[in-house]
Nanobody
């Protein structure tokens, strides 16, 4: 599975973005998919994830109520709707895919990664 993340950009505090993660090579319908982020000088951290069936989701406490992860199986795409953005959300956002049936929260449990898309939130 090859993943391509896009849709980052520069927004002001309170703004919105919707990065997307498109799979190619094969469908990732049987994979859990998650978004992670890495801010400057920090470790990569879990942001949000969705199970293969697309029903169950999980979020980091820091983004609950502001971010929503969803998947469009017909388009082989997973989205991350980010609202009420804050400067601390500034990071490179990566999407990962895992064959796990649950939603892993550790990056080491994901075998496939996209190249990352930069999100910058100005104050």
């Amino acid at each position: 599975v090859q993943l391509q993340a896009s849709g980052g950009g520069l927004v002001q505090t309170g703004g919105s973005l919707r990065p997307s993660c498109v799979a190619s090579g094969r469908t990732f319908g049987g994979h859990a998919v998650a978004w992670f982020r890495r801010a400057p000088g920090k470790e990569r951290e879990f942001v949000a994830g969705i199970r293969p069936a697309g029903v169950n989701t999980a979020y980091a406490d820091s983004v609950k109520g502001r971010f929503t992860i969803s998947r469009d199986s017909a388009k082989n795409t997973v989205y991350l709707q980010m609202n009420s953005l804050k400067p601390e959300d500034t990071a490179v956002y990566y999407c990962g895919a895992s064959l796990a049936l649950w939603i892993p929260m550790r990056a080491t449990q994901y075998g496939y990664w996209g190249q990352g898309t930069l999100v910058t939130v100005s104050s």
